[in-house]
């Protein structure tokens, strides 16, 4: 093991090679499920030292776990407790390579904070619509790594469909080039889809060609009160029916979810949070006029409070104001995690069935587990719901993660499937879930999955033990 340690010190610098201290940071997932234990934290800073560092983990046989910035839901980012698997930190990788504005792209390190390509793109005027609550520490790499998707899917997709090429190295520590800026590329298997959610398992993504988008001249946010999932589904068609493209955020949250922020971040101020079963905060972009969009989102809540499908609203009248109505939703993660441990589920269904979904599984939950907690809320425009539990209140988290984790994630994938969805929209499979994929997965996908990884990682040093078990 010190012949190894040796290389990767000469392939990143010996000060790049972590191996005592706290190194929880690295070795501890986001939502403290799992305590694992690296070999050695390595942060290489160019492609080339990635490079250099798999080819020595492959020749000594020691697995590579992948990691961004660490803010994973499934356990995926982080080593097992063998003190056998080196952690490769991406994060000094945090080069803008360019902007090619005549091809709407950007090209960047993995390692970049997502913000920060946020931030190049409209210092250069333009939008990289990628957004999600821990975009201020999670990394590119991270997010091509779990396909994210976030609070703009329903306008511009997840970030699959927003990568245009990428650059790996590979489980052999050859570097592929595949960063294309094409949107037209019929050249045999898409190498890119593949790496694209592979969650670290196949190779290390060390570059990615990012769409760009031009800045809408006005965006909106909006919160209406409403009375069931129904109306929320009914507020929804309303929504692409007046907006069109210009809806760019459709987000539901349950009574409880925001009774959490009340509890927790007492500084927020949440809308209608007493007197109503759900809030949607709604958001429209604009290539016209902020007086466009304006009146197009008043005619929307208009009709929406004259149908009944919502019961109260208020437009944002000012940037700061959509900022609060933002924080709110976005600080429910948070705010279930002051609360305590929880099971998380991050499901999607088709958005038509949601309603049906969320009344016969509400039931179901509460007749099995009496008291329960249900933490609904979640990205509704593209079908994603984070139904999560809770324990019953003043309950042991820890004693209710052990006796009914099990149970309670059975039933609701049970019924996941039987509405036709799907046990992870956004997150990944990770350690969590990989005992739950060969339930719910067709055997002749995992099959190929399987082949899949056998012969681009035939060693199996491409992060063990996640998606695939
Ligand atoms: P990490 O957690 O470090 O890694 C995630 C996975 O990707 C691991 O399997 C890892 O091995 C792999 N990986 C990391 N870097 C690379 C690389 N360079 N090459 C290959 N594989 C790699 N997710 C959503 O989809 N939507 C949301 O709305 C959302 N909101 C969130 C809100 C909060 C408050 C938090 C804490 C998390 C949220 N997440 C959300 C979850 C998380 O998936 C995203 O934050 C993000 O995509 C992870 O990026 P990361 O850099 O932290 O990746
Ligand atoms: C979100 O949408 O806020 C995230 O995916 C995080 C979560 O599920 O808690
Ligand atoms: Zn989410």
């Not at 020749?59 to 776990?65: C, D, F, N, Q, Y």
């Not at 190779?203 to 069931?228: D, E, F, H």
């Not at 994938?413 to 005992?435: C, M, N, P, W």
Request: charged share 20%; with cysteine.
């Amino acid at each position: 093991m010190n012949d190894l340690i040796t290389r990767l010190r000469a392939a990143v610098g010996a000060s790049n090679v972590l191996t005592e201290g706290d190194l929880s940071a690295y070795e501890m997932d986001w939502r403290k499920r799992a305590q694992g234990k690296a070999l050695a934290v390595v942060r290489p800073a160019s492609t080339g030292e990635v490079a250099a560092v798999v080819r020595a983990c492959a020749e000594a046989g020691i697995s590579i776990v992948p990691q961004g910035g660490n803010t994973g839901m499934v356990v995926g980012s982080t080593p097992d407790a063998s003190g056998r698997q080196v952690v490769l930190s991406l994060t000094r990788m945090n080069r803008i390579r360019g902007i090619d504005a005549g091809n709407l792209t950007v090209t960047v390190d993995a390692g970049c904070v997502l913000q920060n390509v946020q931030e190049a793109a409209e210092a250069a005027g333009f939008l990289f619509p990628l957004s999600l609550a821990a975009e201020g520490s999670c990394t590119i790499g991270g997010n091509l790594g779990t396909n994210a998707g976030g609070t703009q899917v329903v306008r511009y997709g997840n970030t699959r469909d927003l990568c245009l090429g990428l650059e790996v190295v590979n489980a052999q520590g050859e570097v592929w080039e595949g960063l294309s800026g094409l949107r037209k590329d019929n050249t045999g298997y898409d190498l890119r889809d593949l790496f694209i959610g592979s969650e670290g398992t196949l190779g290390v993504i060390t570059g990615a060609t990012l769409k760009l988008y031009p800045l809408p001249k006005a965006t909106l946010t909006a919160w209406a009160a409403v009375p069931s999932m129904d109306a929320a589904l009914q507020l929804l068609g309303l929504a692409h029916r007046h907006l069109g493209a210009g809806l760019t955020g459709f987000e539901v949250m349950g009574q409880f979810a925001l009774s959490l922020v009340v509890r927790h971040m007492p500084q927020l101020r949440v809308p209608f949070q007493a007197e109503s079963p759900y809030g949607v905060l709604l958001e429209t972009s604009d290539q016209e006029s902020e007086e466009h969009a304006r009146g197009q989102f008043e005619r929307l809540l208009e009709v929406a409070l004259e149908e009944g499908c919502a019961t109260d609203a208020v437009v944002a009248e000012n940037i700061a104001q959509a900022r609060a109505l933002w924080n709110v939703r976005e600080h429910i993660p948070l705010a279930q995690a002051e609360e305590g441990l929880n099971i998380k589920h991050d499901i999607s269904i088709p958005v038509s069935k949601i309603p049906a979904f969320c009344a016969e599984t509400d039931a179901l939950l509460q007749r099995e587990i009496a008291g329960v907690r249900l933490v609904n809320f979640g990205h509704m425009g593209d079908g994603n719901l984070h139904y999560n539990v809770q324990a019953p209140e003043g309950g042991d988290m820890q004693a209710f993660l052990r006796d009914q984790e099990e149970r309670v994630n059975t039933l609701v994938y049970d019924q996941v499937q039987r509405f036709g969805g799907s046990i992870s929209a956004e997150h990944g499979i990770g350690t969590l879930k990989a005992e739950k994929l060969p339930h719910y997965k067709s055997p002749v996908a995992l099959q190929m999955m399987q082949a899949v990884k056998k012969a681009l990682d035939p060693q199996n040093i491409m992060n063990p033990g996640k998606v695939l078990g």
